[in-house]
């Protein structure tokens, strides 16, 4: 007879009933954990974040379904972001929205953000602001040598196609591998009051630039002879077009190419 019978056996089925009701009762529950409230309860909403710290990357527009999908896997770790642009334009104490922002969405990152303008104010643990100037490419890189590695960029500056090339030539060398350049509101590049151009071929332009950056991801297919890949072509692995934003990633592009084997004519002589 197994003890469990025997148990039954000795006590009778009312005791064995009422001892397994004292054991429920006796044996403590699991406590639920609380619910987060406040801004814990949206912290890993960049929609909601940014509503709550009213900054234009949604409402005004719609940028942070984006960063949500492209800066998530970043969440809880440790790294360097840098924003260039704190917003308030010269106007006192205004501006850094943005920059609470990302502050309570990467709880372990250190957030940077540069403007022309002193935006000190902004300052707090993990919130560290410069004054530079994006068109001046010293000014670029002294602010990056003071903040170090830098994983994440976001220019939300000018707007200006000028300042827009000459900040991503001196900072996306410097951008670590891996790490994600963003260009936000592209749409001043079709406006010529902003420094754009009417025509959609331009190549001086924010968005003529980046589009060309497209046919680089695809280098090794040309068969253009003595074709010298540039540092972007090499250092680009993926281009993400959407309404007004741009979002590059960085890495090594080198998968190879099948054209000698699909133009076999073409490669014959050689």
Do not use: C
Not at 61 to 87: A, D, K, P, V, W
Not at 93 to 117: E, H, N, V, Y
Not at 255 to 260: L, P, Q, Y
């Amino acid at each position: 007879m197994s003890m469990r019978a025997t148990v039954k056996s000795v006590l009778g089925k009312k005791n064995v009933r009422i001892l397994r009701r004292l054991k429920r009762r006796l044996t403590p529950r699991p406590v639920p954990p609380a619910k987060p409230t406040g801004l814990d309860a949206i912290s890993g909403d960049l929609n909601k974040l940014a509503q709550h710290f009213k900054t234009d990357k949604w409402g005004i527009h719609r940028y942070t379904q984006h960063y949500q999908r492209h800066l998530g896997h970043l969440r809880n770790e440790s790294f360097n972001l840098l924003e260039i642009g704190i917003g308030g334009y010269n106007r006192p104490g205004q501006g850094g929205a943005s920059l609470r922002m990302w502050k309570q969405f990467f709880p372990k990152a250190q957030i940077f953000g540069m403007d022309i303008q002193d935006k000190s104010f902004v300052d707090e643990e993990r919130i560290t602001t410069f004054i530079g100037d994006q068109s001046d490419p010293s000014s670029l890189n002294a602010v990056a040598d003071k903040i170090g590695e830098l994983d994440v960029i976001i220019d939300d500056g000018s707007h200006r196609s000028p300042h827009v090339l000459t900040t991503f030539a001196t900072l996306f060398p410097r951008l670590k591998d891996g790490g994600i350049y963003i260009v936000e509101d592209t749409q001043s590049s079709y406006w010529p009051e902003w420094q754009g151009s009417e025509d959609l071929d331009a190549k001086h332009t924010s968005m003529g630039m980046l589009k060309g950056l497209t046919d680089g991801l695809n280098y090794e297919e040309f068969v253009t002879e003595n074709y010298q890949p540039t540092y972007t072509d090499l250092n680009i692995v993926g281009v993400h077009f959407y309404h007004n934003l741009v979002i590059i990633e960085k890495g090594r592009n080198a998968e190879g190419s099948n054209k000698r084997s699909a133009l076999k004519q073409r490669y014959a002589k050689s």
